[in-house]
C-alpha cells in the first residue's frame, strides 16, 4: 500500500507557473503508476496527466504543452510543472496511484489517492 500527499498549491496569477509535488511512502514506490487528476468546483473529478513506472508520461489534451509530470523514485516523488496557468486550472489537484497494467483516466483504477492541494489561477 502506498499513501500519498501533495503540496504546492497556491493562489498565482495567470499566465504564472506552479510546481506540485506529490511526496509517497513506502519502499516499493517505483512499482506504481502516478498520476494527477483535478477537481473544480462543482465539476467532476477529471484526469490531468500519468507517469508510469518506466517514466512514460501521458497527458489529458488541455495539459499538452504546458503541464509536465515527472518522478524521482530515489525521493518518492512525482512533480507536476504547470505553465501559462489559466484561471479553467482552477482546482483541487490529486495525486493516484495504481499498479493496474492497462492504465485508464477512469479515476476508479486509482485505489490511491492524496487529499488534494488546492491551486487558484486568478485573471
Known amino acids: 500500500q502506498v499513501q500519498l500527499v501533495e503540496s504546492g498549491g497556491e493562489l498565482v496569477q495567470a499566465g504564472d507557473s506552479l510546481r506540485l509535488s506529490c511526496a509517497a511512502s513506502?519502499?516499493?514506490?517505483?512499482?506504481?503508476?502516478v498520476g494527477w487528476f483535478r477537481q473544480a468546483l462543482g465539476k467532476e473529478r477529471e484526469f490531468v496527466a500519468w507517469?508510469?513506472?518506466?517514466?512514460?508520461?501521458t497527458y489529458a489534451d488541455y495539459a499538452k504543452g504546458r503541464f509536465t509530470i515527472s518522478r524521482d523514485n530515489a525521493k518518492n516523488m512525482v512533480y507536476l510543472q504547470m505553465n501559462s496557468l489559466e484561471p479553467e486550472d482552477t482546482a483541487a489537484y490529486y495525486c493516484?496511484?495504481?499498479?493496474?497494467?492497462?492504465?485508464?483516466?477512469?479515476?476508479?483504477?486509482?485505489?490511491?489517492w492524496g487529499q488534494g492541494t488546492q491551486v487558484t489561477v486568478s485573471s
Open positions: 493516484a496511484a495504481t499498479t493496474i497494467v492497462f492504465l485508464s483516466t477512469n479515476r476508479r483504477d486509482w485505489p490511491y
Open positions: 507517469i508510469t513506472r518506466d517514466s512514460e508520461a
Open positions: 513506502g519502499r516499493t514506490f517505483s512499482v506504481y503508476h
